[in-house]
């Protein structure tokens, strides 16, 4: 079975600050690894993905992921926080039996000016 | 090119009913997947639909259920209506799924408040 673990259901920075989410995975098959952003009243929209190759994983909007096997992790980076970033964002995992998305918990992004 | 259309946006619903929620994914997608997402379970898969057969399916009762139709439309229906029904439900659509690594695209989604 697969899990994901985001720490921090709630991360405050401040405008210009670097944002850091936090996501931590199990899977018992290589997993393919997802972070996707929701706002309010809104679907979910992917900001980047990781399947196979380079770990360090770059998206929209300015953000990046590693992958880090040895750690089971795919944190979530952006070197300068922008008002506009404030929304929740969730890690997901899957394997490669179809769409079958398992999400950790959410983590809701503030960003101060 | 339109993105994917969940129709109504809002219902309102009493215990013991049932329900109908429609998706129409993007045009030339034929994988739909339904996810219902709530404050205290977060985000749960229900189902995935490619070419009218249901390909996975989540850890839900037997009320809850779906299908898909040949223009890759697809509708979810909830019976028996219970309060913790009360939730956002968000469908996806993608390609051809079947393979874990493909974008999914949402929906804004359908919320459902059960009284």
């Given at each position: 079975a697969q899990s994901v673990t985001q720490l921090g259901s709630h991360v405050s920075v401040s405008e210009g600050a670097l944002v850091l989410l936090r996501c931590n995975y199990s899977s018992s098959v290589p997993p393919y690894l997802f972070w996707y952003v929701q706002y309010p009243n809104q679907g979910l929209q992917l900001l980047l993905k990781y399947t196979t190759g380079a770990t360090l994983v770059k998206g929209i909007n300015g953000f990046e992921a590693e992958f880090k096997k040895s750690e089971t992790s795919f944190h979530l980076t952006k070197p300068s926080a922008h008002m506009s970033d404030a929304a929740e964002y969730f890690c997901a995992v899957s394997d490669n039996?179809?769409?079958m998305l398992t999400f950790g918990g959410g983590t809701r992004l503030m960003v101060k000016p | 090119k339109a993105g994917v259309t969940q129709t109504p946006r809002y219902l309102i619903k009493t215990r013991g009913q049932q329900v109908t929620l429609s998706c129409s994914p993007i045009s030339g997608h034929r994988s739909v997947s339904w996810y219902q997402q709530t404050p205290g379970q977060g985000l749960q898969f229900l189902f995935e639909y490619f070419s009218e057969t249901q390909r996975n399916k989540g850890n839900?009762?037997?009320r809850f259920s779906g299908r898909q139709f040949s223009n890759s439309r697809s509708e979810m229906n909830v019976s028996t209506?219970?309060?913790?029904?009360?939730a956002l439900y968000l469908c996806a659509s993608s390609l051809?799924?079947?393979?874990?690594s493909e974008k999914l695209f949402f929906g804004s989604g359908t919320q459902l408040s059960v009284l």
């Open positions: 039996a179809g769409n | 839900f009762p037997g209506l219970e309060l913790g029904d009360s051809v799924g079947g393979r874990g």
